[in-house]
């Protein structure tokens, strides 16, 4: 008798779940909301206003991301940005998820927001003489530091020279001249070559 | 009852007592192993008999067993080694019956016709006839012809607040596949994941244990015992290649009874504490009520020259059983909950490979904060719901019918360090639905004993959208039917025969979405077209049904060369269907700067493996020594880098897995020696090597040499005491893969390429562990023991292989512990 009780609720159970869950609906697409595609850097000519944009996302980029099969990373593929010597210029840096070119995001806004945990770092290899500063309008972090998300290049002496910028999230420091001054984990990291003739 | 022997020389029988029918005759189940002869007589009655008497359940030799030669006065009795001898035997046919207090007594109708020399095995257990049954139900027998590892009490209680997969570790044989310090994974003989089970309450856990930082959700103190075998020495649960190992409750006894146990500890690294009780009501109805909660904390471990910042963790697990031991009908409901809380090294989440090659570059971990308490982002926050519904009816025709239903709920949240609203939001938030459907039948007959069981799996994985973060795991519905059939032949004179098979047929309905960039370098287009079912911006959705028949068997043998000596041989083939990661994951791993993929046109894999074990259980010296291989042709599942993928944060290694042929060879011993009564002695040592037979390389994550010496010693005139010396040297693996890769960086002002060096091993390290224990003491109507462990004594600074964190901090240092077990 005990034995039928037993049978009869384990098949009911097993009824009620396999209705339940027979008609598990199509899984939802996934926009990933947060995720940086596409970097610009508006770079103005201090002396004369000219501006200029760039747009740094995945090379080949179809609002997914770009796969190559070699056993090396590559690093050949570089952006030039033309900059005249002895001059001043605003680099204004900007950071945007574009999975959905109908709604573009702007993650820089999310940035300043939570400014004490991010920074913009950028590291340069000799070849050209450039100093790279906050620049006016730059957003300040609650310790007074820049988040450097405006800065002012000012060049000297005609050169070229490799640029790599990251954006650190929690970094452990916010000043230093290397990459591992900052500590922290690399949010965006993009490179362009300058060349300052 | 009265079977005969096919073998026809020995002319063995078996007479059964029923207990069910005999009040004063319990039941017997018996398995027999011989002694070859040494020398012969021919005389007609100048014939020796020599037996030795065993306990079935722990193979540890009976004392004061008596044996009688049914029709004669002569009767003899075991001695403390559990050997007998009856001289001055006639030619003929003879009828031993051989008992014990407790004991069903076991009748052996014997022909004798030169001197010789048996084992017999008696079931121990019995204390009353109301426990005929219950002790039916305490011990299952896992396998007869291969070794089974338990875990003393002891050995459990000392891991009771550090999680399975290290309890398991002092197995040799077993090693630990470390994330961080709170997170582990048991490896037996060089395999892990989906190649080793884990049965709890007679159901294999499901719980995403495809991923390598995946722990067993689970907590081993709500099981009396723990078991383990290397191999698929248990197909009766499933087949996992490298090992299953078994967590079960023991049947309470029928009487009015209330007892309980609880472990308070305390940790000094980790500023730990833990509270584990477990409590048991049980009626002479055979009716009883179990309760078991596990509450621990640690906040963040040092190492030994530096915090481990964001390291520590919280458990809180609780089970309750209700059931009832009748004569003929046992029920049990059994409920569990295992909630935990892991916080993951924060220095281990790293944005690109430039952060895991600064990391890999520095001595010490890139954050180094003061101690906390508190959990904090990255973490692991898992659950675990366990019901099952469990009948058993043993008058079937003289077998016992089992009957269950289990149903498991596992989530699984992962947190990253995130940006912006999605701050607090999980990375990966993953809810497997698991519903069993379990019958089996047991039954003896004068061959031997037999098991046949029936399984109906549903499986539904669902991965939570809120995430915002593309499934690592697609959803899928998975069915599974499977049936096992396993037969032990244990009336032969020196040995024992088993065989098992075990069929199953998985039906995976899978709804993946393809990123368009990865349909097109893959070129899924002419396989899948037909299966996609929606198309959106840049990604596909794919509906596949995806089968597989596996089919897996085993063969043992076990032959007892003396009575202190046997060695078993088990072959198995072990036919796995992939699991879905392996044929479907998709995402960037964090501790790894790395992206992993799965292979859609994956095959069931097939491993055969051999392991014989030589085994001498008794006396001062006593040794197993387990050699073994098992070989994967062609479709043994790994992944292994194939690429790399841009992104805006650089490029990132691929990880994809393929299959490859391979072959592990190895072998583990474990010897012991008493000095005397109050010194002991114990060696475990592991070896293993696995290579990958297409390309001649060494596979990844395979532990290293083990040898682990321990020394017990107890003061003659203090009893209650003793003190354990624990050394385990773990040697630097030297068989590893190359799967170092570069990368540019700025130094200097210069561009310079360097190695991310993420193959290379660590040097190997030593361990010592001091462990002292008093008592049991009784306290008023209580027991009492103590116990001190020390860890890591010397606060050695090392880094382990097998911890997939090594890149970025040392191991924990000294650690001392105290722990108050309480016996109520």
């Known amino acids: ?197 | 009852m009265f079977d005969r022997n096919f073998l026809k020389n020995f002319h063995i029988s078996f007479i059964w007592s029923n207990c069910l029918n005999s009040f004063s005759v319990l039941k017997a189940v018996v398995s027999i192993c011989i002694l070859t002869t040494s020398f012969v007589f021919s005389q007609e009655c100048a014939l020796t008999l020599t037996g030795k008497v065993f306990d079935v359940e722990d193979n540890l030799p009976l004392e004061a067993a008596v044996i009688e030669v049914l029709g004669s006065s002569t009767t003899t009795v075991s001695d403390a080694t559990g050997v007998f001898q009856l001289k001055n035997q006639c030619k003929g046919k003879i009828t031993l019956k051989i008992s014990h207090l407790n004991c069903e007594p076991v009748f052996r109708e014997i022909d004798l016709f030169k001197s010789s020399s048996f084992n017999f095995q008696l079931k121990h257990r019995i204390e009353s006839l109301d426990e005929v049954i219950v002790s039916k139900l305490r011990v299952h027998e896992l396998s007869a012809t291969s070794k089974v590892h338990s875990l003393s009490e002891l050995e459990k209680d000392r891991y009771s607040s550090k999680g399975l997969a290290g309890a398991l570790e002092q197995i040799s044989g077993v090693s630990v596949l470390s994330t961080g310090n709170s997170i582990g994974k048991p490896i037996i003989h060089g395999m892990f994941g989906s190649r080793v089970g884990v049965v709890y309450d007679g159901v294999m856990l499901e719980n995403q244990q495809w991923g390598q930082d995946h722990a067993p959700n689970v907590d081993l103190n709500t099981f009396e015992n723990i078991r383990l075998i290397k191999g698929s020495g248990a197909l009766k649960y499933g087949t996992t290649p490298g090992g299953v190992v078994i967590l079960e409750s023991i049947h309470p006894k029928r009487v009015d009874s209330l007892y309980g146990k609880t472990i308070l500890g305390g940790m000094y690294n980790g500023r730990g504490y833990s509270a584990i009780s477990h409590w048991v009501k049980s009626y002479k109805s055979g009716a009883y009520v179990k309760f078991q909660g596990t509450f621990k904390k640690n906040g963040d471990f040092t190492a030994s020259n530096y915090n481990l910042t964001n390291t520590g963790n919280k458990e809180n697990n609780l089970s309750i059983s209700l059931g009832k031991n009748g004569l003929q009908h046992q029920w049990k409901a059994f409920f569990s909950y295992f909630d935990t809380d892991i916080a993951i090294l924060k220095s281990a989440h790293i944005g690109n490979v430039k952060d895991l090659l600064r990391a890999i570059e520095s001595d010490v971990p890139l954050v180094i904060e003061p101690l906390k308490n508190d959990i904090d982002y990255p973490k692991q926050a898992n659950n675990h719901y366990t019901a099952n519904l469990e009948y058993t009816n043993t008058k079937v025709a003289k077998g016992e019918l089992h009957l269950k239903y289990s149903w498991q709920r596992n989530n699984r949240k992962e947190f990253d360090i995130r940006r912006g609203e999605l701050k607090d939001t999980p990375s990966l938030d993953m809810e497997l639905n698991t519903h069993n459907l379990l019958s089996n039948y047991e039954w003896n007959t004068g061959l031997g004993n037999f098991d046949s069981g029936v399984l109906f799996q549903l499986q539904d994985n669902y991965s939570s959208p809120d995430t915002e973060i593309r499934r690592l795991i697609p959803d899928y519905l998975k069915t599974k039917l499977g049936g096992y059939f396993t037969a032990v032949f244990n009336n032969t004179k020196d040995f024992i025969f088993e065989f098992g098979a075990r069929y199953e047929y998985h039906n995976n309905v899978v709804q993946k979405f393809y990123k368009d960039s990865r349909w097109d370098l893959k070129n899924y287009e002419a396989a899948f077209r037909k299966y996609v079912i929606r198309e959106e911006k840049s990604q596909k959705l794919v509906k596949r049904t995806l089968e597989f028949n596996t089919f897996s068997f085993n063969a043992g043998i076990r032959h007892s060369i003396s009575p202190t000596y046997s060695v078993n041989f088990n072959y198995s083939h072990t036919q796995r269907a992939p699991n879905i990661a392996e044929m479907f994951s998709d995402g960037l791993h964090h501790s790894l700067a790395s992206i992993e993929y799965g292979n859609p046109f994956l095959e069931k894999e097939t491993t055969h493996k051999a392991v014989i074990d030589f085994d001498k259980r008794t006396g001062d010296f006593q040794f197993t020594l387990t050699p073994f291989v098992s070989i994967g042709n062609n479709n043994y599942i790994i992944i292994e880098p194939t690429g790399f993928e841009s992104t805006i944060r650089g490029a990132f290694p691929v990880w994809e897995y393929t299959a490859i042929s391979a072959l592990f060879v190895g072998a583990d011993l474990d010897f012991s020696y008493a000095f005397n009564a109050n010194m002991q002695f114990r060696n475990s040592t592991s070896w293993v090597e696995a290579t990958n037979t297409k390309t001649d390389l060494p596979l990844v994550n395979i532990p290293p040499l083990t040898i682990n010496n321990q020394l017990q010693f107890s003061l003659p005139n203090w009893k209650s005491f003793f003190v354990l010396l624990n050394s385990k040297n773990v040697f630097r693996q030297n068989r590893y893969p190359n799967n170092n890769f570069t990368e540019s960086v700025i130094e200097d002002g210069k561009i310079v390429s360097k190695l991310v060096d993420i193959s290379t091993p660590p040097n190997g390290y030593h361990d010592l562990g001091l462990e002292l224990n008093w008592g049991p003491y009784p306290l008023r109507t209580t027991k009492v023991s103590v116990s001190l462990i020390l860890d890591n004594v010397l606060d050695a600074s090392y880094r382990n292989y097998l911890n997939r964190l090594r890149f970025y901090s040392d191991e924990i240092g000294r650690n001392i512990s105290l722990q108050v077990k309480l016996y109520h």
């Open chain 1, 1 to 197: 008798m005990s034995k039928n009780i037993f049978l009869k609720t384990v098949l009911f159970s097993f009824i009620l779940f396999l209705a339940s869950c027979d008609d598990k609906d199509e899984p939802v697409t996934i926009n990933e909301e947060e995720s940086l595609s596409l970097v610009t850097l508006t770079v103005t000519n201090e002396a004369n206003n000219s501006s200029e944009t760039y747009r740094f996302e995945v090379e080949g980029h179809d609002h997914g991301d770009e796969t190559n099969t070699g056993s090396q990373d590559s690093h050949d593929v570089h952006e030039e940005i033309e900059l005249e010597p002895n001059s001043s210029y605003l680099f204004e840096i900007r950071f945007y998820n574009d999975e959905d070119p109908t709604n573009i995001e702007d993650i820089t806004l999310e940035v300043i927001e939570e400014k004490d945990e991010h920074h913009v770092f950028y590291e340069l290899t000799d070849g050209a003489e450039i100093t790279i500063t906050s620049g006016p309008g730059d957003t300040i972090d609650s310790n007074s530091n820049p988040l450097n998300l405006i800065t002012r290049w000012t060049t000297t002496a005609a050169g070229v020279a490799d640029v790599e910028v990251y954006l650190i999230h929690e970094p452990t420091s916010k000043t230093g001249g290397t990459r591992d001054d900052f500590g922290g984990a690399t949010d965006v990291e993009i490179e362009f070559e300058a060349h300052v003739e």
